[in-house]
């Protein structure tokens, strides 16, 4: 008369709620698997305790945001990264389309931080940003690993940003690397 007992496992699941969950004795499985970080997380890993040291607090927020949000970052109409993927059952407008920069998202926290009273925030993400296919091989997105950085505050200015930069550069090993002024990119100041 059970519906739901389809097969031997759904059989041996009413014999242990019988028997009792706490009496089925305790046992590690036996294996020789173990487990790794990839070297892209170690130094993903490696770059958070650096920024967390440097004085940044991480923050992590949606994959999902609103289209107006590249309008207020100030993106030409021609720019790749407005080429996004959009939800097809989005939740609402603010959550329809797929990050294609962190920039929206860090400004977001800066700001609610600053409307709430605190006066100095230093914050970095690390997270995926997402692009279309050119060629609909697979209908998944190209996941893009990103870091933003944003500090803003009375005694914060270019040069604490710029120092902050270049410690974690030089914590992470590397050498050589030049600093170019952006001044096509209508995102950021001249």
Do not use: C
């Not at 041996?12 to 294996?31: C, L, M, Q, S």
């Not at 995926?128 to 060629?135: A, D």
């Not at 609909?136 to 944003?150: A, R, S």
Request: hydrophobic share 40%; net charge negative; glycine share 6%.
């Amino acid at each position: 008369f059970r519906l739901d007992l389809l097969s031997e496992i759904d059989i041996v699941e009413e014999v242990a709620r019988i028997f009792g969950y706490d009496n089925i004795p305790k046992t590690i499985p036996a294996g020789r698997e173990w487990g790794a970080r990839t070297n892209g997380q170690e130094i993903e890993y490696f770059t958070m305790n650096v920024l967390n040291n440097l004085g940044l607090n991480e923050i992590t927020t949606y994959s999902f945001i609103s289209p107006k949000a590249l309008d207020l970052i100030k993106l030409p109409e021609e720019s790749l990264t407005r080429r996004v993927v959009e939800l097809k059952n989005p939740l609402g407008e603010e959550y329809s389309i797929m990050r294609t920069t962190l920039i929206p998202n860090m400004l977001e926290v800066l700001s609610k931080n600053i409307n709430r009273g605190v006066t100095e925030v230093s914050a970095f993400e690390i997270g995926n940003t997402f692009f279309p296919r050119e060629l609909p091989i697979e209908n998944l997105p190209i996941e893009k690993k990103t870091m933003v950085m944003g500090m803003v505050g009375e005694t914060i200015d270019f040069f604490s940003i710029k120092g902050t930069v270049v410690s974690m550069l030089d914590k992470l090993g590397l050498q050589d690397y030049k600093f170019i002024a952006e001044k096509n990119n209508k995102t950021y100041h001249p």
